[in-house]
């Protein structure tokens, strides 16, 4: 048979399980606010790094900074990495892939649009401005 509970002692565990709850709320924020804190910390070292490898392509390539972004971001999708390990190996002296075939690409100074313009859907057709819009 269950015994009858205290009053002072079922207000004493209510006690203890509102400050238990207040204790894990407090542990996932801190270690929420660490993980936010660890990504960003991660995001400015990126950023550096990918500040880096844009200014070893602009002396490299000739090109201005919105041009050697592109051409680091190209490189980094059309090898299915991340932007920031190519930023790396750029940083460490290894060469981009070539540039496309296409011409001088995006971005040279005084040399016309981004290359993007060029794309065409698989009917043929070119596809609506919204669809590829300016960051491609």
Same mark, same amino acid.
């Given at each position: 048979m269950a015994?009858?509970?205290?009053?002072?002692e079922v207000a004493a565990l209510q006690a203890?399980?509102? +400050?238990? @709850?207040? $204790? $894990? &709320? @407090? @542990?996932? !924020?801190?270690?929420?606010?660490?993980? +936010?804190a660890d990504q960003l910390q991660a995001a400015l070292e990126?950023?550096? $790094?990918?500040? *880096? /490898?844009? /200014?070893?392509? &602009?002396?490299?390539e000739e090109l201005d900074a919105q041009a050697a972004f592109e051409r680091l971001r190209r490189a980094a999708r059309s090898s299915a990495r991340r932007l920031a390990d190519v @930023?790396?190996?750029v940083t /460490?002296?290894?060469? $981009?892939?070539?540039?496309?075939v296409t011409g001088p690409g995006?971005?040279? /100074?005084? *040399?016309?649009?981004?290359?993007?313009h060029l794309a065409r859907l698989q009917?043929? !057709?070119r596809p609506p401005r919204w669809m590829v819009g300016d960051d491609l």
């Open positions: 015994e009858k509970s205290d009053p002072s203890y399980a509102g +400050l238990v @709850a207040s $204790l $894990l &709320m @407090a @542990a996932v !924020t801190a270690q929420v606010k660490g993980r +936010l990126h950023r550096w $790094l990918i500040e *880096q /490898a844009k /200014a070893v392509i &602009m002396g490299r @930023a790396k190996d /460490a002296g290894q060469p $981009l892939p070539p540039a496309g995006p971005g040279r /100074a005084g *040399q016309g649009p981004p290359d993007h009917d043929g !057709t």
